[in-house]
């Protein structure tokens, strides 16, 4: 059953304060090991928090064994009313530093409200004057969970913060995303085409096309998810990176789908086939704009490859 902070003896408010002392070093220690392949100073900062993190605990226990003896009551956050609930630290794993940057600033700025009003609580003066201070301390944290955010950060840094984030941008977002776009916008073709033109009938086609769509994004969403774990190659979590490249492969063999829905067979193949090249130019600049390929090159090999695959189809419906 929780308890209300008023109801806690001296001995529980110093056992309560060492509890925080730890759980908040161990989050830190994880923030930074998260933190440290891409955002070396962000860590380095987490580290010295860490370290003072530590040095608070030890004061603690030094009081507590002073005043209380050697044996610490256990006495927990979630013992307690009032506390923030608090997010495991796996929900982070897939955040950016920004994320753990405000959860840093949120746990200090918990911490302190909690020396505060632990010190308003105490009698004795020396356990007053130390909560005190560890909440003055505690204040000085989130201030240095601030400082290390982008915009306090000096421009050659903000920059080498910017260029991270962005490879890890494009590496756990953009390549699944492209490859299942690229996929399902051209290993679709063939399947919809040959149906099209060996049917003359839209609806026909358009019940092709979505199979072909659907059963492309799952093969692809379960290739990308099964592919690596990411913890070598920095890749994310494969479940995100399996549910990216399925939507965006079920995206890419939908759109010249649809046109399908047209009952007119001759204007909905004119329409998806309009859309078949917005399809291929819209890849072209995706790899322009993200993997650097010079947007002619990108659009050269796109474009060539897909009007193969379409024409395969259009020749295969037509024999």
């Known amino acids: 059953m929780r308890r209300n902070f008023k109801d806690l003896t001296a001995p529980e408010v110093l056992a309560l304060a060492i509890s925080l002392e730890e759980e908040d070093a161990r989050i830190f220690r994880e923030f930074a090991r998260l933190l440290r392949p891409n955002f070396p100073k962000a860590a380095a900062s987490l580290d010295a928090m860490t370290a003072q ?18 044996e610490i009551p256990l006495v927990r956050r979630q013992d307690v009313r009032g506390f923030v609930r608090r997010d495991p630290v796996q929900s982070l794993r897939i955040a950016g530093v920004d994320s753990i940057r405000r959860r840093v600033a949120l746990m200090e700025l918990e911490a302190a409200r909690y020396y505060d009003k632990a010190a308003e609580q105490a009698t004795d003066a020396e356990l007053r004057q130390l909560l005190g201070d560890l909440a003055s301390e505690e204040r000085k944290h989130e201030d240095a969970s601030a400082s290390f955010d982008p915009a306090h950060l000096p421009e050659s840094e903000r920059e080498e913060e910017a260029r991270t984030s962005r490879q890890l941008f494009v590496l756990q977002v953009v390549q699944p995303g492209l490859a299942g776009l690229m996929d399902g916008s051209v290993s679709t073709l063939a399947p919809l085409f040959a149906s099209a033109f060996a049917t003359h009938s839209s609806f026909k086609a358009f019940l092709v096309g979505m199979a072909a769509a659907v059963g492309a994004g799952i093969s692809m969403g379960f290739a990308e998810a099964l592919s690596d774990d990411g913890s070598l190659t920095g890749r994310g979590r494969p479940l995100l990176r399996g549910v990216i490249c399925g939507l965006m492969t079920f995206l890419g063999g939908v759109g010249h789908t649809l046109p399908y829905l047209i009952p007119n067979f001759m204007t909905a193949t004119v329409v998806a086939t309009v859309v078949v090249a917005i399809e291929l130019l819209a890849i072209a600049w995706i790899r322009n704009r993200y993997m650097d390929t010079p947007f002619l090159a990108a659009a050269f090999q796109v474009v060539v490859g897909g009007v193969l695959v379409f024409l395969t189809g259009i020749l ?3 024999a």
């Open 53 to 70: 993190e530590d040095v608070h605990r030890r004061r603690l226990i030094e009081i507590f064994r002073h005043k209380f003896g050697e």
């Open 316 to 318: 295969i419906g037509s």
